[in-house]
């Protein structure tokens, strides 16, 4: 949905810039766009995308921003989720159930018996996680929810239900990366992210909900700090930014630009909208 990733780099739809990658877009107008929170950043930050699990998913862990940019030459991945629909009886795993030592979380990859030590969380619409880099996890079947991340694409498999691929064979196992990065403590689903949705070095998320009735209009800025990112999760109405006006739907996403000045989003609509932090 917003991506500079060369694995999945999103095409710009209408403006200036209609037709051109994101990439593009940031080569051509430069880093000014981030913002000044956006100045650490070597590259585009974040990646926000849709995920919708038919089947569940492998487990897999991703490693922190130190770890991947000496062995992968990527930033880290930590994550968020906001579940948009799920089955009633839905799950997804996150960290472990309690916490076990590097031995036994080995044993447990080499013998495909991990599943029993780790947590399992239900799911419902408008839940959220927070999966911080270092935390095994995997999202279950029927469920689909909306990814806001580091720009990032290293993952490390550690168990996948037998699975083969198109050439017959199992798919790859990470063990030894995954050994290095995996925090095997507990897991801890509440962040404290008050006010925010998500809240972390990397990424704000915010939620908006318009009703269409009592709420059907929300104004803001956008100053100098950081660009908006804006995906609509379900809805339709109309954005408007720097003398310019479009139509929205659900699933689509908008970049307003830092320093882009008076914004304003009407219709009705659920909504996350990711910024930088200072």
């Known amino acids: 949905v917003l991506s500079c990733h060369p694995d999945g780099p999103s095409v710009i739809e209408n403006g200036a810039y209609a037709g051109k990658t994101l990439r593009e877009y940031l080569e ?9 929170n956006g100045a650490k950043f070597t590259d585009f930050p974040i ?26 030459n990527q930033y880290g991945k930590t994550e968020m989720w906001y579940i948009m629909d799920a089955a009633p009886d ?14 036994e979380f080995e044993r447990r990859i080499r013998e495909d018996d991990l599943l029993p030590v780790l947590h399992q969380a239900p799911v419902h619409k408008g839940d959220v996680f927070f999966i911080e880099a270092g935390t095994l996890h995997a999202i279950g079947k029927n469920i689909l929810l909306a990814e806001i991340q580091q720009n990032s694409n290293v993952t490390y498999r550690v168990y ?10 199992k798919r790859e196992l990470h063990i030894e990366k995954a050994l290095d990065v995996t925090n095997c403590r507990r897991a801890e689903e509440d962040t404290h992210c008050y006010p925010h949705v998500a809240s972390c070095p990397y990424f704000t998320v915010d939620h908006l909900v318009l009703d269409g009735k009592t709420m059907k209009k929300i104004c803001g800025e956008v100053g ?4 908006l ?7 339709e109405g109309e954005i408007s930014c720097a003398q310019a006006s479009f139509s929205y739907r659900k699933g689509e996403s908008y970049f307003l630009p830092a320093g882009s000045g008076s914004f304003a989003i009407e219709g009705e609509c659920d909504a996350l909208i990711t910024t930088l932090p200072a």
């Open 28 to 36: 051509a107008e430069g880093k000014a766009v981030l913002g000044k």
């Open 47 to 72: 990646l926000t995308k849709l995920i919708d699990a038919r089947d569940n998913l492998s487990i897999q862990v991703h490693p922190d921003n130190a770890y991947a940019q000496k062995y992968e």
């Open 90 to 103: 839905a799950f997804l795993y996150f960290g472990f159930e309690h916490e076990i030592g590097r031995e």
């Open 160 to 169: 996948d239900y037998g699975r083969v691929g198109k050439d017959g064979k």
């Open 224 to 227: 100098e700090d950081s660009f």
């Open 229 to 235: 990112s804006i995906l609509f999760l379900s809805g």
